[in-house]
């Protein structure tokens, strides 16, 4: 009896768009054994979903087109399967976890319908028995007062609740393969580890095949047994995790290993996919004298003084009322917190989804208004500022958001956003000498002035990011809040912008508060790491003291879920 659950055979799938045919993935052949978990690891655009939509019969025709090959599933080819035969096999045989739940969720109907519908479809349940297993499966994948939230609309959870109600949906009928396609991408690092070991534990209760697509190769060093690497469409490397880990031979594959930031040490830079091979593929020898350089913490002197001081800050926003209109319950978003950022230094600000720290970062920024407290920019208590004075202060303070996308208006060429703070603060005489200004700024972010006229649309998640920091610079600022802007990112592009980032600290003198809930980024980038939870400054130090010898019990939690992705703790874990 074979041990090979699902054969995909030199499989090619193209599309055909207003600019010609694309090809997204191009003669790929792989095997997921019985049991097993595969991972399945590339960049954005290299092909992942396609394949895992291939396999599920999802591929919309047209405009996809399945050119080549076949995908046998225990003997039989899904390509040959009428849409009948392969209804039953969906969400039944065959799973699969969306990486956003919010839109793989129905908004009108409850989580316990939900999970219902798939059992009294493929298991012939009744309603009573369907919800009497969802039940049973809300349970089983951890959600808290379950009795309670099977009643609860997608809206009403949090975005590692809704993912492991994603995860109930799909193990609803016990499949024989789940495709988990990027499932873990958005959520803090503690849920991740709770879902990847939700799914460690799913896997050995049902002995279930697991394909788990991520760009993220420290997530596949925890849980994959094998690893496939894809490329502009193409596998360029297929082996067992450990052998990938240690002896990968293709440039992509090093390159993708490298570019992650390293927990025990803090390189001068950090390696991206272009060190390791061209845009051709061809192989290059990486910089080894720049690779080992040892990035150090930016010292405090009298060249550094404080530049933003926090004092006994608050922000708490009303959650239920009375009839009569008067508040009942606060939510402290921001509870008594106090800090101090030094000129020219990186403070990382950390915490899980819903601590407070992008609340923090928009009252700073006069963006919300505070409850109570001060905040001290270069001495002056800038709370009560308004009209001209907060319009200057916006000039010396600006912000990168998280979604590079929705914070650039889609009608807008990108020289006209970079250009439009310009004409706000009057910088610059008229509108040639601001597009000479904004292309200078669009080639020292990484891109070509000649894109000036192109739309948001046109690029790249990591091209916009680009773009976005270019616009933040264009009223040369000294003070920059990076509010998870590079959390939604490949690791390669995103080491890409930590590069940029630092680079334009020194040559600017930038200041920078860093926020985001990937700790081995913010430990990279920063000289002092201050730790949020509910509201609360829990703890606050230089990154290395933090990281050496963490003083609170959250921020330890913090750091033990961290994917290591590193030869060693793989060989520990297999041996």
């Known amino acids: 009896m074979s041990d090979t659950l699902v054969k995909v055979e030199n499989l090619s799938v193209e599309f055909k768009t207003d600019d010609g045919i694309i090809k997204a993935i191009q003669n790929i052949s792989f095997n997921i054994p019985k049991g097993k978990t595969v991972g399945l690891v590339g960049e954005s655009g290299s ?32 390509l040959k399967a009428t849409e009948s035969e392969m209804r039953k096999i969906r969400g039944n045989r065959i799973s699969m976890i969306f990486q956003e739940p919010m839109t793989s969720l129905n908004p009108v109907f409850t989580i316990g319908d939900q999970i219902g519908e798939t059992l009294m479809l493929h298991q012939n349940l009744s309603k ?35 993912q492991r109600v994603m995860i109930a949906m799909a193990i609803a009928c016990e499949p024989d393969l789940l495709i988990a396609d990027e499932p873990t991408t958005a959520l803090d690092v503690t849920i991740q580890k709770q879902i990847l070991e939700l799914l460690a534990d799913l896997q050995k209760q049902y002995g279930m095949s697991i394909l788990f697509i991520t760009h993220d190769l420290g997530v596949i060093a925890d ?35 490298a570019c992650r930031p390293n927990l025990d040490k ?36 009298k060249d550094n003084p404080v530049i933003l001081e926090i004092k006994n800050l608050k922000k708490h926003f009303p959650l239920k009322k009375t009839i009569f209109g008067r508040v009942k319950t606060w939510v402290k978003a921001v509870d008594d917190v106090s800090l101090k950022v030094y000129k020219g230094r990186t ?71 970079i250009m439009e703070p310009m004409i706000i603060h009057k910088i610059g005489a008229n509108k040639n000498e601001r597009l000479e200004l904004a292309g200078d700024l669009i080639e020292r972010c990484g891109l070509d002035r000649s894109m000036l006229n192109r739309y948001p649309h046109e690029f790249s998640g990591g091209q916009r990011q680009r773009i976005c920091i270019a616009r933040a610079l264009a009223v040369k600022p000294e003070f920059i809040v990076c ?44 000289d002092e790491l201050a730790v949020m939870n509910k509201g609360q400054l829990v703890e606050m130090a230089d990154c290395e003291s933090i990281y050496k010898n963490p003083q609170d019990e959250y921020t330890k939690k913090l750091l033990t879920a961290i994917p290591k992705g590193i030869p060693k703790t793989l060989l520990e874990k297999r041996i």
């Open 347 to 417: 403070l990382g600000l950390v915490g899980e989804s819903g601590c407070g720290k992008t609340t923090l970062g928009r009252t700073i920024l006069r963006l919300i208004e505070s409850s109570e407290g001060q905040i001290l920019y270069r001495g002056q208590d800038i709370t009560q500022w308004d009209g001209e004075q907060l319009r200057e202060l916006r000039k010396k303070i600006q912000i990168i958001f998280q979604d590079p996308y929705a914070s650039l208006n889609p009608r807008m060429t990108i020289g006209s956003a």
């Open 47 to 78: 092909g992942k979903s396609v394949s895992s939509l291939a396999i599920m019969g999802l591929i919309p025709m047209p405009p996809g087109k399945i050119t080549t090959g076949s995908i046998t599933f225990e003997g039989n080819d899904l």
């Open 128 to 162: 009573d028995e369907a919800i009497k297993k969802s039940l049973d499966l809300l349970h089983q994948v951890g959600i808290p007062n379950a009795e309670e939230r099977i009643k609860s609309y997608p809206h009403e959870m949090s975005g590692g609740q809704r």
């Open 266 to 301: 803090n390189t001068l830079r950090l390696p991206t996919v272009s060190d390791y091979m061209t845009p051709e593929g061809i192989e290059r020898t990486p910089d080894e004298a720049l690779m080992k350089t040892e990035k150090k913490l930016r010292p405090i002197t």
């Open 483 to 526: 509010d998870e802007s590079v959390s939604a990112l490949d690791v390669s592009v995103q080491a890409q912008i930590l590069n940029l980032l630092m680079d334009l600290q020194d040559e600017f003198g930038l200041t920078y508060i860093f926020i985001s809930h990937d700790l081995s980024v913010v430990k990279y980038i920063s």
């Open 223 to 257: 849980i994959a047994d094998e690893v496939i690497v894809m490329y502009k469409g193409e596998i360029v490397e297929k082996n067992d995790t450990e052998t990938i880990f240690t002896h990968s031979s293709h440039p992509y594959t090093k390159g993708l290993i």
